[in-house]
C-alpha cells in the first residue's frame, strides 16, 4: 500500500531538521528553514508523484530555500565558539573530547564539502541522489566527498597525535 504524502512528510522531518542545522549552523535558522520546506512542499503537492524518491525531492527544496535565503539576507554559518565547546565537555571523558574535535575538524570543510557528507555519509544517498539535490555531476559529488573525507582524516589524525604526545 503506498504511503501518503503526509506520512512521508512526518517521517522525514528529523533528517530535514539535521540537514537544515548542518546548512545553517544555527538551530533556530534550521526551524525556519524545515518549516518554509514543509509549507513550500505542502503548496507544491500536486506537483509529486507518489513513489519517486520524496526524501531527495524533500531536500533538494529545503537546500533552495537555504541558498535563497543566504542571497536574499545574506546571512552566514555561525562560526563555533570553541570556548564554549570546551566549557560544555567535561576534561575527563574522552569521548566527548572527540566528538568536540571531529565538529570543530568538520566545522572547516568547505560548505560543499559539509554537505555532500551529510547527505552521502549521514543520510544515506546515493551519489546519484546527492548530485540531484546539489545539482551538480556525480563525479563532483564522489570527489567532495574524498576530499573531505580526506580532509578530516589529516585533521583528525593531527589532533590525535597531539593528544598522544601530552
Not at 506520512?7 to 544555527?26: C, K, N, Q, T, Y
Not at 570556548?83 to 574522552?94: F, G, H, K, R
Request: proline content about 3%.
Amino acid at each position: 500500500m503506498p504511503r501518503s504524502f503526509k506520512d512521508e512528510l512526518v517521517e522525514i522531518i528529523p533528517h530535514l531538521r539535521a540537514f537544515a542545522r548542518m546548512l545553517s549552523g544555527s538551530e533556530d535558522r534550521a526551524n525556519d528553514l524545515v518549516q518554509d520546506a514543509i509549507v513550500r512542499a505542502l503548496a507544491a503537492e500536486d506537483k509529486f508523484s507518489l513513489g519517486t524518491n520524496f526524501k531527495a525531492w524533500m531536500f533538494t527544496i529545503l537546500r533552495n530555500i537555504y541558498y535563497d535565503s543566504l542571497r536574499q539576507r545574506k546571512f552566514e554559518m555561525e562560526p563555533i565558539d570553541d570556548a564554549a565547546l570546551m566549557a560544555s565537555v567535561p576534561a575527563t571523558q574522552e569521548i566527548h573530547l572527540e566528538v568536540r574535535d571531529f565538529k570543530r575538524a568538520f566545522a572547516k570543510l568547505a560548505p560543499e564539502q559539509r554537505e555532500v557528507l551529510v547527505l552521502v555519509g549521514a543520510s544515506g544517498f546515493s551519489y546519484e541522489d546527492a548530485a540531484v539535490i546539489c545539482k551538480c555531476a556525480v563525479g563532483t559529488i564522489k570527489s567532495r566527498v574524498s576530499r573531505a573525507r580526506s580532509e578530516l582524516t589529516a585533521s583528525l589524525g593531527s589532533v590525535s597525535e597531539f593528544r598522544r604526545a601530552a
